[in-house]
């Protein structure tokens, strides 16, 4: 059975840069679609940012665009979502989710297999 386990996240100030990693266990990610998302204090989950299994079609956000990319080893099968020049808007648990399609990024709970979520925090 497919489980994603999440590292990095934390506090950064405005304009940092933090890497956050989604690791498998249980199966392969080769042939997953990977999403993240990321849910604020009294807002709804949206997604972030979703790669295909072949690691070269990739989907963001209008509010990450040029700031975040997302990339995969499959070698390491893992993740990344690396997030650049990050704002106090950007501030969320983020997740990353398997087992759907990228072309479903804006539909969080069609998503079966999540990670257990990371604190971003960016304050001055």
């Known amino acids: 059975q497919l489980q994603l386990v999440q590292s990095g996240g934390g506090l950064v100030q405005p304009g940092g840069s933090l890497r956050l990693s989604c690791a498998a266990s249980?199966?392969?990610?080769?042939?997953?679609?990977i999403g993240w998302f990321r849910q604020a204090p009294g807002k709804e989950r949206e997604g972030v940012s979703c790669?295909?299994?072949?690691?070269?079609?990739?989907n963001y956000a209008d509010s990450v665009k040029g700031r975040f990319t997302i990339s995969r080893d499959n070698a390491k099968n893992t993740v990344y979502l690396q997030m650049n020049s990050l704002k106090s808007e950007d501030t969320a648990v983020y997740y990353c989710a398997a087992q759907a399609a990228c072309d479903y990024l804006h539909i969080p709970f069609v998503w079966a297999s999540w990670g257990q979520g990371t604190q971003v925090t960016v304050s001055s």
């Open positions: 249980g199966s392969t990610l080769d042939n997953h679609a």
């Open positions: 790669i295909r299994s072949d690691g070269i079609s990739t």
